[in-house]
């Protein structure tokens, strides 16, 4: 019997079968599913090209059609289905230069990473190995479908990639492919560095880091890696044990806090990090120093956007300053903060306006706002209109 996930997907392998072409489940599911792993994502593997895929269903969305990918919809859930393709040349390193369709599976699973990333599943649950994957997944070994070296030139990219699975996965690296991940390591120069961030925040995010980073280290790969390679000292200040963190975000926070000669704008300009990444990171770092220095304080609390608890908590205990902040804990502390947001707040610019009618308008409103808006947050202050107006005549803004 085959798990939910599949069960579900199994009518679009059906559909185009009946359409006479070959349909199987490839990849991360296929190789999760034997692992007896929660499954991700399924991806499917086709003969039918991308245009008959689009005449065949009728939700499909082209995400990436000159690769051969399109996404289709089927019972509210998403499906990439991918027409079977080898790659031309990867000139650029980036990209391959060409794809070409081809009608047969086994030339589609051979252009694939690792023996344990190349199999497929039929609908039936049949499971095409041509390359050892299974016995791989048994040994828990990582190796590359072919010769090493030329897989790692072709996409060095695949060099992250193994890293990232023996921190996901737990699995050591086959000595081959290790040895080739040591000769080729200086291509990874030549990706665009987008690539390289999205699979180093998968390793990192990985139950096995510890053991992911003595392969980064042993591999040499962390000597390649920008900012890493002009401060190597950096891997090794990394507290150990690591423990595994969610993004890219809350690495750069820890980098930072770790060696603050490094800026967060240098992260994020060097790794072309999102705005996101960028306001993560940035409020993640506020959040230790404040907890720093003044604990668990409700203003830290209140900055502090709740989508980021978590990783707040990873990072305390990942700095090892404190083992007991919870979820919980943390969020039934901002619940019972006097205000949520500055719109709670029982004053705002037009009563500061009414209590100074003469004054020139400038950075002091803000300023005396915020002034109040902390001083509401640590219960300095109670948030009635009459209190705080009250409590600025005995604290007046500086007009200038
Ligand atoms: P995850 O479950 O973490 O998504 P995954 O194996 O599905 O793992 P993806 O990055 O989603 O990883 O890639 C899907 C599949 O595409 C892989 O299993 C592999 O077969 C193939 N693949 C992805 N990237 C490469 C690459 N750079 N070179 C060769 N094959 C690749
Ligand atoms: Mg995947």
Redesign the pocket.
Known sequence: MLPQPFKKAKPIIRKIEQHGCKAYF????V??YLLQREI??I?IATSASPEEIKQIFTKVIPVGIEHGTVIVRHDHQSYEVTTFRIDGNYSDQRHPDSVTFIDRIDEDLR????TI??LAMDGNGYILDLFEGQKDLRDKLIRTVGNAAD?FQE?P??II?AL??TS?LGFTIHPETMEAMINVKSSIQSLAVERIQSELA?FFSGPHINQGLDYLKKSGVYTELPIIKDNLQLIYMLPKPMIPLHSFGELIALMYYLDDSITITDWVKQWKCSNKTKEEALQLNTAIKDYITFGLHPWLIYKLNEKYFEGFIRLIQCIKLNGDLSLQGLKDKAETLPIQSKNDLAFNGYDLIDLFPEAEKGPWMQETLHKIEKAVVTGKLENYNETIKEWIKWNPPEIN
Do not use: M, T
Not at 26 to 29: E, L, S
Not at 111 to 114: A, E, G, I, L
């Open positions: 490839v990849g991360g599911c190789r999760d991700g994502d991806d252009r694939r990473d690792f990333n190349a897989r996409d990219l695949r990639r990232r699975f996901r998968k």
